[in-house]
């Protein structure tokens, strides 16, 4: 039986919100029943009736529908960052669960309150860290925790984009707008928009965590009032040393996420712009090149793919994966389950989020300190 579905944002002009959409309905999982897709009541009735909704169920602000909706199963938060917390804590209190996109909050404080309403509940929340749905990075993950290079020394994380190279906020451009005001996105520009993912990646392949960072922020573009260019030395948990760059201002760039990961036996190598190939790199042997849909590859991986081998899949089969181990957790309220269990749902949850808010606060308190090296605190 399908699960249904609310969602929170996601109007006219929003990117995110029909991506959202699109992977919530490829599997037949989940069935988009209601919304309130913006705070302007116009605009949220002309989302509706796009969409083909009961106009009865297509409201003017989030908290109507949250006092209306009775027996929603789960609500999709798809708003800027500063509208992110209440929607949450008032869905979970009302017994909905939640999926929510990044980061989790507007602020560490909020995160915390989230968490906070989750363990209450007992509800399951996802966070649509996306590149964490793609196979070869669930690949990636189960052969560094079968050892397959040994302990962990070193992790390279970047992710170039370009598309805020020019003063776009000034230009019109909505998503642009909201991303680089304080007010909405929160404290971090680049490194709360695409740094984020970038942390995740490397926490979510090694199974470590950042524990402390030497950050550089920069605001390259004049008049700008959030960072657009972000780098870091980082530590992690298990001892191992890394670099993470996060930009939206390499110019030529367009989504170009890559992560390199090295053990004492070889390393692994995924990039974004080729994400059905895995590249491992044995110590005095070949690369050999690892494939999506391939017989040979873990039940992980296996369970993100819906074609056989060289039928390519992407972004939205990716972020249809989280929906899916979503839904499983939901009909089961399973929210933490061991890294090696069969086809156990598999999604970033609200601890995710946490780390990712503290990961910004590290950043920022980093860039401004004198001592540099900072630790990431939850």
């Known amino acids: 039986m399908k699960l249904t579905l609310g969602m929170i944002g996601g109007g006219p002009d929003s990117f995110i919100g029909a991506v959202h959409r699109k992977a919530a309905s490829l599997d037949g999982r989940f069935d988009l029943v209601c919304g309130a897709f913006s705070s302007n009541p116009e605009k949220s009735n002309a989302t509706g009736a796009e969409l083909g909704l009961d106009p009865s169920r297509v409201y003017g602000s989030y908290v109507d529908m949250l006092n209306t909706e009775t027996g929603l199963d789960a609500v999709a938060i798809v708003t800027p960052n500063h509208l992110h917390a209440h929607p949450a804590i008032m869905a979970l209190e009302r017994g909905i669960h939640v999926i929510i996109d990044k980061p989790l909050a507007?602020?560490?404080?909020?995160?915390?309150?989230?968490?906070?309403?989750?363990?209450?509940?007992?509800?399951?929340?996802?966070?649509?860290?996306?590149?964490?749905?793609?196979?070869?990075?669930?690949?990636?993950?189960?052969?560094?925790?079968?050892?397959?290079i040994g302990t962990i020394r070193k992790v390279f994380v970047e992710y170039p984009q370009?598309?805020?190279?020019?003063?776009?906020?000034?230009?019109?451009?909505?998503?642009?707008?909201?991303?680089?005001?304080?007010?909405?996105?929160?404290?971090?520009?680049?490194?709360?928009?695409?740094?984020?993912?970038?942390?995740?990646?490397?926490?979510?392949?090694?199974?470590?965590?950042?524990?402390?960072?030497?950050?550089?922020?920069?605001?390259?573009?004049?008049?700008?009032?959030?960072?657009?260019?972000?780098?870091?030395?980082?530590?992690?948990?298990?001892?191992?040393?890394?670099v993470l760059v996060a930009t939206q201002v390499a110019a030529g760039e367009e989504n170009n996420l890559k992560l390199r990961v090295y053990g004492e036996k070889g390393g692994f190598e995924w990039s974004h712009t080729d994400p059905n190939t895995l590249l491992y790199k044995p110590l005095d042997a070949p690369v050999q090149i690892l494939r999506t849909g391939t017989g040979y590859v873990s039940d992980a991986a296996k369970n993100g793919t819906r074609l056989p081998a060289g039928h390519p899949e992407g972004y939205i089969e990716a972020f249809a994966n989280i929906y899916v181990e979503f839904g499983r957790a939901i009909d089961g309220h399973i929210s933490d389950v061991p890294l090696d269990a069969p086809f156990a749902p598999d999604f970033p949850t609200v601890d995710d989020g946490v780390r990712g808010m503290a990961f910004i606060d590290a950043m920022i308190r980093s860039s401004t300190s004198e001592q540099k090296w900072t630790e990431v605190t939850l």
């Open 162 to 242: 370009g598309w805020l190279t020019g003063f776009l906020e000034d230009a019109g451009n909505k998503q642009a707008s909201w991303r680089t005001d304080p007010s909405k996105s929160g404290a971090g520009g680049s490194v709360g928009d695409i740094g984020t993912h970038a942390a995740h990646l490397a926490e979510f392949v090694t199974g470590s965590h950042i524990t402390h960072i030497n950050a550089m922020l920069n605001t390259v573009v004049p008049g700008r009032k959030l960072d657009d260019d972000a780098s870091a030395l980082l530590k992690f948990s298990n001892g191992a040393t890394g």
């Open 106 to 148: 507007f602020s560490l404080q909020e995160a915390y309150e989230i968490r906070d309403a989750v363990r209450r509940s007992g509800l399951v929340l996802a966070i649509t860290h996306t590149y964490a749905g793609y196979p070869m990075v669930k690949e990636a993950r189960f052969r560094v925790s079968r050892g397959d």
